[in-house]
Every structure is written in structure tokens, then in C-alpha cells.
């Protein structure tokens, strides 16, 4: 079943074309990432996904429903979670109420406190911290506090902008660990990632983003089979 479907969106900052077309789907228990340069469109692809940004044109549906003119909060309760690039954390509360605030996008009646819990389970190192403030985490662990403040809002889909920005080797084994952790639980996933390796071996589906189209779509398994990829992308002959 496809759950998101972006049909040929166009998204535009003033005079500036960001994104010039763009189509593409999402299917529910999969994963699909966007690569590309800085500048390409990417990022705002996914803000407009998410109704922080307004489409120019094109269309954004939503389990077979147009929701191109939804408010970003209204998306959030539909089953959309996002995490920014700037993660987005309140850095004056604590991680507990960082996270307890995604309860908001839950239907009424719905245990947070049994949400939080989920969420701790892929991030534990969170879970003997709650009452701390976020400002005292580092740059890996405000990005497991971001994605386990969208897992408590219970999502269908995730989606993430540069997940792994500015994040050390081993913290983003990590964080990939635990996202595909999340894929294996059947959490559809769409993201935004400048370390190709990482996002090939990830996802089911890869578009190639530039100049604010889609250049191509490459399969995982036929990329890491390719020798000059997996030469200058994974460092493998």
C-alpha cells in the first residue's frame, strides 16, 4: 500500500525554483532516501511533506488523500512524524518533557507515558536522564531525543532530514542501528542523507536529487553490487 505519494511538486523561496517537479512514492514498511548535494532540493522536498513549507504547485496525498493544504500539526496527527535538521529540541526542559510534548499529536484518551516508554526502548541511554535538560546533551544524543520525541506521536511515517549531520563514526552506527531496528518493526521511513553509505544500506529506494529534480532512482542491492561504488562510497574493492 502506498502510504505517501508526491506527484510532480514544486516548491519555490521567491524568485527561487528549490524544487522543480519532483514525484515520487512511499510505500507502507519501506524505506526510501534522497541524496544529493547541498542545494538540491532535498530538504525542502520534506518541509513541504511536512506543510512547513507551501507547494507552488503539485500535490502531497496522504494514504490516498490530498493533503497539500494541511496545516503541519493536522499532518502530525494524520501519522506524519518529522525530525528536522536542526533536531528541533527544547533545550530549557527536560528530556521528559521533550518528549512527553509529542503526546500532543496523540488521540485523546492515548497513554503517553506507555509512548515514551516505546521510544526509550531503541535510545535507553535517555531513559536514566528524563529529568535533565536537553541542554546538557551531545550533538548524538539531542538527535536520539528528536527521533524518540517523533516515535511518542506514533507515526506511520518518520521522516528525517540529515539524520546523521555532524555526528561521530560510532554514534551513527548508533543511530542507524537503531532506525534499522525501527524498519524491522515495519516503521515506513523516508529521509534525507549526505552519507550515501549509509543511506544505501538503509533503504529500499534511492532517488538522486540535483538542481531540485530527481535525476535517478537506484536500487540499493544493484548499487552495492556496482565495484566503483562500493569502492568510493563503503572504501571496498
Same mark, same amino acid.
Given at each position: 500500500m502506498?502510504l505517501?505519494?508526491? /506527484?510532480?511538486?514544486?516548491?519555490s523561496?521567491g524568485?527561487?525554483?528549490?524544487?522543480?517537479?519532483?514525484s515520487?512514492s512511499?510505500?507502507?514498511g519501506?524505506?526510501?532516501a534522497?541524496?544529493?548535494?547541498?542545494g538540491?532540493?532535498?530538504?525542502s522536498?520534506?518541509?513541504a511533506v511536512?506543510?512547513?513549507?507551501r507547494?507552488?504547485?503539485?500535490?502531497?496525498?496522504?494514504r490516498g488523500?490530498d493533503i497539500?493544504g494541511w496545516a503541519?500539526?493536522r499532518?502530525?496527527?494524520?501519522g506524519?512524524s518529522?525530525?528536522p535538521?536542526s533536531?528541533g529540541?527544547?533545550?530549557?526542559l527536560s528530556?521528559?518533557?521533550n518528549l512527553? &510534548?509529542?503526546?500532543c499529536?496523540?488521540a #485523546?484518551? =492515548?497513554?503517553?507515558?506507555?509512548?515514551v516508554? &516505546?521510544a526509550?526502548?531503541?535510545? #535507553?541511554?535517555?531513559?536514566d536522564? &528524563? /529529568?535533565?535538560?536537553?541542554a546538557?546533551l551531545?550533538?548524538?544524543e539531542c538527535?536520539?531525543?528528536?527521533i524518540?520525541?517523533a516515535?511518542?506521536a =506514533? #507515526?506511520? &511515517?518518520?521522516v528525517?532530514?540529515?539524520?546523521s549531520?555532524?555526528? %561521530? #563514526?560510532?554514534?551513527?552506527?548508533?543511530?542507524? =542501528? %537503531?532506525?534499522a531496528a525501527?524498519r524491522?518493526?515495519g516503521l515506513?521511513?523516508?529521509l534525507?542523507?549526505?552519507?550515501?553509505?549509509? =543511506?544505501?544500506k538503509l533503504a529500499?529506494?534511492?532517488f538522486?536529487?540535483?538542481?531540485g529534480?530527481?535525476e535517478r532512482?537506484?536500487?540499493?542491492?544493484e548499487l552495492l553490487r556496482n565495484? /566503483?561504488?562500493?569502492?568510493?562510497?563503503l572504501?571496498?574493492?
Amino acid at each position: 500500500m502506498t502510504l505517501l505519494e508526491i /506527484s510532480d511538486l514544486h516548491v519555490s523561496y521567491g524568485p527561487i525554483d528549490a524544487v522543480k517537479g519532483v514525484s515520487l512514492s512511499v510505500e507502507r514498511g519501506g524505506v526510501v532516501a534522497i541524496v544529493g548535494p547541498n542545494g538540491a532540493g532535498k530538504s525542502s522536498t520534506l518541509l513541504a511533506v511536512q506543510g512547513l513549507v507551501r507547494a507552488r504547485s503539485g500535490s502531497v496525498r496522504w494514504r490516498g488523500t490530498d493533503i497539500t493544504g494541511w496545516a503541519p500539526e493536522r499532518r502530525a496527527r494524520a501519522g506524519i512524524s518529522f525530525v528536522p535538521e536542526s533536531r528541533g529540541v527544547f533545550r530549557t526542559l527536560s528530556i521528559g518533557e521533550n518528549l512527553r &510534548l509529542a503526546g500532543c499529536a496523540l488521540a #485523546p484518551g =492515548a497513554d503517553v507515558s506507555e509512548r515514551v516508554h &516505546l521510544a526509550l526502548r531503541h535510545f #535507553p541511554a535517555l531513559a536514566d536522564r &528524563l /529529568s535533565e535538560r536537553a541542554a546538557v546533551l551531545s550533538g548524538g544524543e539531542c538527535q536520539q531525543l528528536a527521533i524518540g520525541r517523533a516515535l511518542v506521536a =506514533a #507515526p506511520e &511515517l518518520l521522516v528525517l532530514d540529515e539524520p546523521s549531520l555532524g555526528l %561521530a #563514526p560510532v554514534v551513527l552506527d548508533e543511530l542507524f =542501528a %537503531a532506525l534499522a531496528a525501527l524498519r524491522g518493526e515495519g516503521l515506513t521511513i523516508l529521509l534525507v542523507e549526505q552519507n550515501v553509505a549509509r =543511506a544505501v544500506k538503509l533503504a529500499d529506494h534511492l532517488f538522486s536529487m540535483r538542481g531540485g529534480v530527481i535525476e535517478r532512482v537506484r536500487e540499493p542491492a544493484e548499487l552495492l553490487r556496482n565495484p /566503483s561504488f562500493r569502492a568510493k562510497h563503503l572504501g571496498m574493492g
